[in-house]
């Protein structure tokens, strides 16, 4: 079975730190992967995703994601994180042509300090 | 608007008893997805529907069962064999085809005493 790794569950940085958060999967065939954010007291919202191409993607908010296959990782960053961004970053993974949902990591609540 | 609703936002129940849990969606989605979101735990996959009348069971479907007789529609219902109810339920749908995200609800607090 596929499984996500999220490296840190918490994160606390300052306002205008940069932001890296990893993301490692264990699945050997083609997937699509996604990073979603949940903000407090708010429904999971869509990051960013990648499906094939461009290894570097973008998302709303200024965050991006680098896809390395050999690595089997996924890390969101951002350059200049804010105050805003403060909430709860999940990872997931979907097998290529598959058609059985995402599997989650246990996600990254970050926390951004004035 | 389209969207995913899911009704109520926060329930309650007494040890032993079902409770059934609503999402509808307005997206025209074919699939639709059930996961239990527990903190420190991430999203685990509970059941999952690809087309009315068929679903498949997710990673920890045992307690759990639902039915898909409307494409609008997708209840969980949380029978009194789960035996760690009380969590946070969150409904999703997509597209088929493996280029989609999915979409979710605002989730359903359950609390079992």
């Known amino acids: 079975a596929q499984s996500v790794s999220q490296h840190n569950h918490h994160v606390i940085l300052s306002e205008a730190a940069s932001l890296e958060l990893g993301c490692n999967y264990s699945?050997?065939?083609?997937?699509?992967l996604f990073w979603y954010v949940q903000y407090p007291g708010q429904h999971l919202q869509l990051l960013l995703k990648?499906?094939?191409?461009?290894?570097l993607v973008k998302g709303i908010k200024g965050f991006e994601a680098e896809f390395i296959k050999s690595k089997f990782s996924f890390n969101l960053r951002k350059p200049s994180v804010q105050w805003s961004d403060t909430a709860e970053y999940f990872c997931?993974?979907?097998?290529?042509?598959?058609?059985?949902?995402?599997?989650f990591g246990k996600g990254t609540h970050l926390i951004i300090q004035p | 608007d389209g969207g995913i609703t899911q009704s109520p936002k926060y329930l309650f129940r007494k040890e032993g008893q079902n409770v059934t849990l609503s999402c509808e969606q307005n997206?025209?989605?074919?699939?639709m997805y059930w996961y239990r979101q527990d903190p420190g735990q991430g999203l685990r996959l509970i059941y999952y529907?690809?087309?009315?009348?068929?679903?498949q069971k997710g990673d920890i479907a045992e307690g759990y069962s639902v039915s898909r007789e409307k494409k609008e529609s997708f209840p969980l219902t949380v029978t009194s064999a789960q035996k760690n109810p009380t969590a946070f339920y969150l409904c999703?749908?997509?597209?088929?085809?493996?280029?989609?995200?999915?979409?979710f609800g605002n989730g359903t607090r359950l609390t079992v005493t």
């Open positions: 999703a749908s997509s597209i088929t085809g493996q280029n989609s995200p999915l979409h």
């Open positions: 997206l025209n989605h074919d699939a």
């Open positions: 997931a993974v979907k097998k290529g042509g598959g058609a059985d949902g995402l599997t």
């Open positions: 990648y499906f094939s191409g461009d290894p």
């Open positions: 529907s690809q087309i009315v009348n068929d679903f």
């Open positions: 699945y050997g065939g083609t997937v699509n």
